[in-house]
């Protein structure tokens, strides 16, 4: 994402200090879970741009039989379609004010400590949302354990199972075929996918001697990501533990909570204003009696695609009715 900075809403303009930007900038986004497996299409959208923005998808040309040509025999030209995916942006942001007498009496600058607070609250914010793309119905396959080897799919955005089983080392590997062989996935790195989700369902993975621990897998130069936990298959799995992003509980079901693996191209960040923070030294236009601070930002997240089919399907949640 974008650097984030201060903005001061002032008649002459908009003032930002650069020496703050770079340390919030980490201190919030360095804390998110879900927020770095979102990705920003390669079609740009900015300002003045509409508030949708249309994202094209191709499908992939098949594979001949056998590519060998004749000598006498022009070059066969396979076909492909193109479809499309809207999103469409909106505004995001919250504010808290403070007086100029609590900021002058006060025995702690009042601005430090709000500081914090806004960074907590974005970091929340922006994750929640994440969270909720890839839990959106438009993330159509769903994966319901049953047993302690196997479980229900269901394609169409709404899990009609309960899901009555541990999440297990066998669910892993059905997971990962699924990806690899029934809807293609390509993987999100090199030959791996993620997985996110709760503590309730990795509880199981936890206690199984086949889970392998991050320092079994990850080499020197290889990036950690935060809350990473270990890896099944050729799953690596991240804990979130906040239930606004992703809930312990997943649907009726005691034995799981909400999660999902997934490949490249899972969930969209469409961002035409970066997150933000923002300062108003005159609030309320009373000769600076009364200042505010605020996080803003103009984006949207959503699944890259919104079917199930081979080859375009990029996530699986894990889930239950």
């Known amino acids: 994402m974008p650097a984030m900075s201060w903005g001061f809403d ?3 303009g908009t003032f930002r200090n650069h020496a703050l930007s770079n340390r919030l900038l980490f201190q919030s986004v360095g804390r998110t879970k879900v927020l770095p497996f979102t990705q920003v299409p390669d079609q740009g959208l900015g300002t003045h741009q509409g508030e949708t923005f249309n994202m094209f998808r191709v499908t992939s040309l098949a594979v001949p039989t056998d590519a060998a040509l004749n000598e006498s025999i022009r070059i066969p030209i396979d076909r492909t379609t193109i479809g499309t995916r809207s999103i469409t942006v909106t505004e995001h942001g919250r ?3 403070y007086t100029n007498l609590n900021e002058q009496l006060a025995a702690y600058a009042p601005a430090s400590y709000l500081q914090k607070l806004l960074i907590q609250q974005m970091e929340f914010s922006l994750d929640r949302s994440a969270g909720r793309a890839f839990q959106h119905t438009d993330a159509r396959i769903i994966f319901i354990p049953t047993s302690a080897t196997g479980g229900t799919f269901d394609t169409d955005g709404t899990a009609s199972t309960l899901a009555s089983a541990e999440f297990s080392f066998a669910h892993c590997g059905v997971l990962a ?4 062989g029934d809807i ?3 993987p999100w790195q ?3 996918y993620m997985g996110v989700t709760t503590r309730r369902t990795l509880r199981g993975l936890k206690n199984d001697n086949l889970l392998q621990s991050v320092h079994l897998y990850l080499r020197e130069g290889d990036f950690f990501y935060r809350g990473e936990m270990g890896m099944t298959e050729n799953i690596r799995w991240v804990q979130v533990d906040v239930a606004t992003t992703l ?7 005691t034995t799981i909570g909400e999660g999902m693996v997934f490949g490249d191209e899972a969930v969209a960040r469409i961002e035409v204003e970066a997150p933000h923070l923002r300062a108003n030294p ?3 236009n009373d000769f600076g009696r009364t200042h505010a601070v605020a996080w803003y930002g103009i984006y949207a997240f959503a699944p890259w695609y919104d079917v199930s089919v081979d080859g375009f399907a990029r996530i ?4 239950s009715s």
Request: with cysteine; proline share 7%.
């Open 10 to 12: 002032s008649p002459t």
């Open 95 to 97: 504010g808290v004010e």
């Open 177 to 180: 075929d699924y990806l690899a």
């Open 184 to 186: 293609h996935c390509p």
């Open 190 to 192: 090199s030959d791996y």
């Open 247 to 253: 809930d312990n509980s997943a649907g009726a079901s």
């Open 282 to 284: 005159n609030y309320q």
């Open 316 to 319: 699986i949640r894990i889930s």
